[in-house]
């Protein structure tokens, strides 16, 4: 069957069991305390590197997922997410306890490189301070910001200042030593290639990029924290939209209802799994097409041919999910245990509409080729710049087209099955070029495999018996899940693993809401691809990670 993957006799891939993996954690490990995903580990504060280098090196797992921080009253916590690429179900919770008046953790980042954007990010936010981190400053708020917006003390109504800086020079020393000559070159953040508001600090050295660092937090909303704010069966379904605003609206959808469904023991109907896994794919195809549209802009400014054409396909399947969820990008059209409604009426000639898009599809994927892949331009500049081994690519957390572009075979439909992608018959999409002409193959690819689920899912909706079209499971009004309770689920979102972490306080809405954007972390790797390069090589680097700041920032 096209979804099993190759067997392997890695030790490291042997699932071990929650009490084995506490007799290989020996003496590092204070206390059990087990989330509903995975089996959870106190460590001591100090032992952080210790904890995860066993994990990673003898136990094999390899990829942090992300880390959750959080304030109780009488503590802050750090918790790192593990899981392995060749077995995500796998998983295990690091918890890290840090004094509530010196909330003092070691940093992660010696081992997991992604570790460095997401512990920024928490003492941002929270207030950790992480001894060891390389880089320990604020991330998505400017410097001189007062406080930490997620902690318990924060006095929003607090004054603040922002200096300026009248008279610095912004060629700083530092840019400049004897044995070389340098030059500091901000692109964006306001400029059509940085693919939104993302300002990049890019050192020269002559005419190749010896440095380059995204400056995020332009786009900065605050959706973490207004989830919080919201009752789980009402108010947060809207924001998910918000988040990948461009295409991948049911993608984001999905992430939160299956964490919050699994918190609550939701089972959703099979019918609906089924028109689940449609638009799903149908949100995939539109988010591809709109990459391919930009990055060909990007490389050689194809705007007639490339880009208005995918935008064209694009605007085909936002008519398709318009005619399904009556909006063409704030779709919130999923609820707790199923949709909102059933397939528009009349179903054929949905139907028909869809099989029409579905069967003009690979002539136009055929003309993307002829036009962007075959082209020798495209080729010189795509073509072995913006390296990005795999195990460069694990070490970051990089998922979806990113690490599929570099020969990672992950794929959370597939590897960690929801909806209905286990009973259809696709392919996982991997190239092994590890550049920035392999990321957008795998992306053409994946539209390919996409169309094939989308028209079986099709073909059972057509048969699917009338008085069994359940669209919705019977959930409460009012969802108030276990105390303390804690959970963390992802799905496959066009841009890799996009994850929801909650834990629950018995109330209707979530004491912690943690967001793990696959963006995010994607974007952490632009460094290892430009730096040795030349800037145009940066632009089309940047490209090739088709992020979306809207979801880096959050």
């Known amino acids: 069957m096209s979804l099993e993957r190759p067997d392997t006799t890695d030790d490291a891939a042997i699932e071990r069991t929650p009490d084995e993996l506490e007799a290989l954690l020996g003496d590092l490990v204070v206390k059990r305390d087990d989330h509903l995903n995975a089996p959870g580990f106190v460590i001591r504060p100090d032992a952080v590197q210790e904890t995860l280098s066993i994990l990673k090196e003898r136990a094999g797992y390899d990829h942090l997922s992300v880390v959750t921080a959080q304030e109780y009253e009488n503590r802050y916590e750090s918790i790192y997410h593990l899981k392995k690429f060749d077995d995500p179900t796998q998983e295990v919770s690091v918890v890290v306890p840090a004094d509530k008046d010196d909330p003092v953790s070691e940093s992660a980042e010696p081992v997991f490189r992604t570790a460095d954007w997401h512990e920024r990010e928490a003492y941002d936010l929270i207030g950790v301070e992480y001894d060891d981190h390389p880089d320990l400053r604020r991330i998505l708020l400017p410097e001189t910001w007062q406080g930490h917006p997620l902690s318990m003390d924060y006095d929003k109504d607090r004054p603040q200042i922002a200096t300026l800086p009248e008279h610095a020079n912004p060629l700083q020393e530092h840019h400049k030593d004897s044995e070389s000559d340098t030059m500091f070159l901000n692109i964006g953040p306001h400029h059509p290639a940085t693919h939104g508001v993302l300002h990049l600090k890019t050192t020269l050295d002559g005419e190749q990029v010896v440095d380059v660092e995204p400056d995020i937090g332009y786009l900065h909303r605050s959706e973490e924290q207004m989830a919080q704010s919201g009752t789980y069966r009402h108010q947060i379904m809207p924001y998910p939209d918000r988040w990948d605003y461009i295409s991948a609206g049911l993608l984001n959808e999905w992430a939160y209802a299956r964490a919050a469904e699994d918190l609550a023991e939701i089972e959703v109907p099979e019918y609906a799994q089924v028109i689940r896994t449609m638009g799903a794919e149908m949100c995939r195809i539109a988010a591809h097409m709109l990459a391919l549209a930009t990055f060909a802009l990007d490389v050689n400014g ?243 990670l088709d992020i979306v700041l809207g979801e880096v920032d959050r």
């Open 302 to 544: 194809d705007f007639t041919a490339t880009f208005m054409y995918a935008i064209n396909d694009r605007e085909r399947v936002q008519d398709l999910l318009e005619d399904l969820t009556g909006q063409r990008l704030m779709f919130n059209y999923f609820r707790l245990g199923g949709v909102v409604w059933d397939l528009p009426e009349p179903r054929e000639e949905f139907f028909s509409k869809t099989r029409d898009f579905l069967d003009q599809l690979p002539e136009s994927v055929e003309e993307y080729h002829n036009l962007v892949t075959s082209n020798e331009i495209f080729q010189m500049r795509t073509i072995d710049t913006g390296i990005l081994p795999p195990d460069v690519a694990k070490d970051y957390g990089a998922t979806g087209p990113v690490a599929r572009g570099s020969g990672i075979d992950f794929d959370l439909r597939r590897d960690d099955p929801y909806g209905y992608y286990d009973e259809l018959d696709w392919d996982v999409v991997t190239e092994d070029g590890c550049d920035n002409f392999s990321r957008l193959l795998v992306r053409m690819r994946e539209v390919e495999e996409s169309a094939k689920i989308i028209e079986q899912c099709v073909d059972l909706l057509e048969d699917w018996p009338e008085d069994e079209r359940t669209i919705q499971a019977n959930v409460p009004r009012t969802l108030r899940p276990d105390d303390d309770a804690e959970i963390y689920r992802a799905v496959e979102a066009a841009k890799g693993e996009l994850g929801i972490y909650i834990r629950s306080d018995g109330t209707d809405k979530p004491a912690r809401f943690k967001i793990r954007s696959p963006c995010f972390s994607n974007l952490q790797t632009l460094p290892e691809m430009a730096n040795g390069e030349y800037i145009p090589d940066v632009i089309a680097a940047l490209g090739s």
